[in-house]
């Protein structure tokens, strides 16, 4: 498990994280949410004793990273895909990387099919396309069987088919019982793989909680499309906010499609369109960030200063 306590980082007069406090639980993707700046990478690299931390703590299975004796079979984790010796082939890089981390050398085989590596780990790293690249960077991590996994931005640089295998290597690690923390600016990306987000903006949290409650946090909402509207905004008043769209149609807040249904059919409205609007993580983040309130479902801690 990761648990992250006060973290802040500055560097000069530049504030990179803001005393951020979250968890990230085993068994489940969990994604890690921001525009570009927003602190993403620092947080992950204070999280892998790459970065000292102004104030706070960021730990792994209740350990700072460094005090890991051998760290790829705790923590896993793919920063950056091009740091690697070019002029070693795929197969190379992964034998060094277990060897100096007392892995077995067998593994390598291991990781290389999973990845879909396959012979391209014969030739040199130089040679790799940035989605090779990210696929030899997942076998790194994935190398010591670790039970946490970081990961961040790794779908840059994938195509569609690569995109496809990292969802559902994700869900594969997590259904494991591994934690899996993978950061991205791209919200519809984590939506379809998450589980929870942990979303921060200029360093500080703006959401610790599951995708669907996020998503749902903004209440039930109905677009309706109707000759009269007026009569309908009429028979609702009361019961639910009509907020009005365009000529002849509203959206109804906070009541299910089937009551808004029945309210148009026994006040005598015709109906031509109903339907639940679907949400997007996106459109709620925007909703979040806009509110800049903080927005915390589930896992409330007890005694936690937010
Ligand atoms: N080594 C550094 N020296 C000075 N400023 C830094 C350094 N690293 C990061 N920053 C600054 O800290 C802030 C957070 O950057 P960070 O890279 O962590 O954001 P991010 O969320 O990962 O963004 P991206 O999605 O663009 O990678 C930015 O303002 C960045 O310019």
Same mark, same amino acid.
């Given at each position: 498990?990761?648990?992250?306590?006060?973290?802040?980082?500055?560097?000069?007069?530049?504030?990179?994280?803001?005393?951020?406090?979250?968890?990230?639980?085993?068994?489940?993707?969990?994604?890690?949410?921001g525009?570009?700046?927003?602190?993403k990478?620092?947080?992950?690299?204070?999280?892998?004793?790459?970065?000292?931390?102004?104030?706070?703590?960021?730990?792994?299975?209740?350990?700072?990273?460094?005090?890991?004796?051998?760290?790829?079979?705790?923590?896993?984790?793919?920063?950056?895909?091009?740091?690697?010796?070019?002029?070693r082939?795929?197969?190379?890089?992964?034998?060094?990387a277990?060897?100096?981390?007392?892995?077995?050398? $067998?593994?390598?085989?291991?990781?290389?099919?999973?990845?879909?590596?396959?012979?391209a780990?014969?030739?040199?790293? $130089?040679?790799?396309?940035?989605?090779?690249?990210?696929?030899?960077?997942?076998? /790194?991590?994935?190398?010591?069987?670790?039970?946490?996994?970081?990961?961040?931005?790794?779908?840059?640089?994938?195509?569609?088919?690569?995109?496809?295998?990292?969802?559902?290597?994700?869900?594969?690690?997590?259904?494991?019982?591994?934690?899996?923390?993978?950061?991205?600016?791209?919200?519809?990306?984590?939506?379809?793989?998450?589980?929870?987000?942990?979303?921060?903006?200029?360093?500080?949290?703006?959401?610790?909680?599951?995708?669907?409650?996020?998503?749902?946090?903004?209440?039930?909402?109905?677009?309706?499309?109707?000759?009269?509207?007026?009569?309908?905004?009429?028979?609702?008043?009361?019961?639910?906010?009509?907020?009005?769209?365009?000529?002849?149609?509203?959206?109804?807040?906070?009541?299910?499609?089937?009551?808004?249904?029945?309210?148009?059919?026994?006040?005598?409205v015709?109906?031509?369109?109903?339907?639940?609007?679907?949400?997007?993580?996106? $459109? $709620?983040?925007?909703?979040? /960030?806009?509110?800049?309130?903080?927005?915390?479902?589930?896992?409330?801690?007890?005694?936690?200063?937010?």
């Amino acid at each position: 498990m990761i648990s992250v306590r006060g973290l802040t980082k500055d560097f000069g007069p530049v504030r990179a994280v803001d005393d951020l406090t979250f968890d990230v639980g085993a068994g489940s993707v969990t994604g890690f949410l921001g525009p570009n700046g927003a602190g993403k990478s620092t947080t992950m690299r204070m999280l892998l004793g790459l970065d000292r931390p102004t104030a706070g703590t960021a730990t792994v299975g209740g350990r700072d990273y460094r005090e890991h004796p051998a760290p790829l079979r705790e923590v896993g984790a793919l920063l950056d895909a091009g740091a690697v010796h070019p002029g070693r082939t795929g197969r190379t890089h992964l034998r060094i990387a277990a060897r100096s981390n007392g892995i077995p050398i $067998a593994r390598v085989e291991e990781v290389v099919e999973r990845v879909g590596l396959g012979a391209a780990s014969r030739r040199r790293i $130089a040679g790799y396309s940035l989605g090779m690249r990210q696929r030899l960077g997942i076998a /790194t991590a994935l190398l010591g069987d670790p039970p946490v996994l970081v990961f961040d931005e790794p779908v840059n640089g994938l195509d569609l088919e690569g995109v496809r295998w990292i969802r559902s290597l994700f869900r594969e690690c997590a259904e494991e019982g591994r934690t899996v923390f993978v950061s991205s600016h791209l919200m519809s990306e984590v939506q379809l793989v998450a589980d929870r987000v942990v979303i921060i903006g200029r360093g500080r949290l703006v959401a610790d909680a599951e995708v669907g409650e996020i998503v749902g946090s903004r209440g039930s909402r109905v677009l309706v499309r109707s000759p009269d509207v007026d009569r309908l905004a009429a028979a609702l008043a009361g019961e639910a906010e009509v907020r009005r769209r365009g000529p002849g149609e509203v959206e109804v807040v906070g009541l299910p499609e089937a009551r808004v249904g029945d309210a148009a059919h026994a006040a005598g409205v015709a109906v031509h369109h109903l339907a639940t609007v679907e949400e997007s993580l996106e $459109a $709620a983040y925007w909703s979040l /960030t806009e509110d800049a309130v903080e927005f915390r479902g589930g896992h409330e801690r007890a005694g936690e200063a937010s």
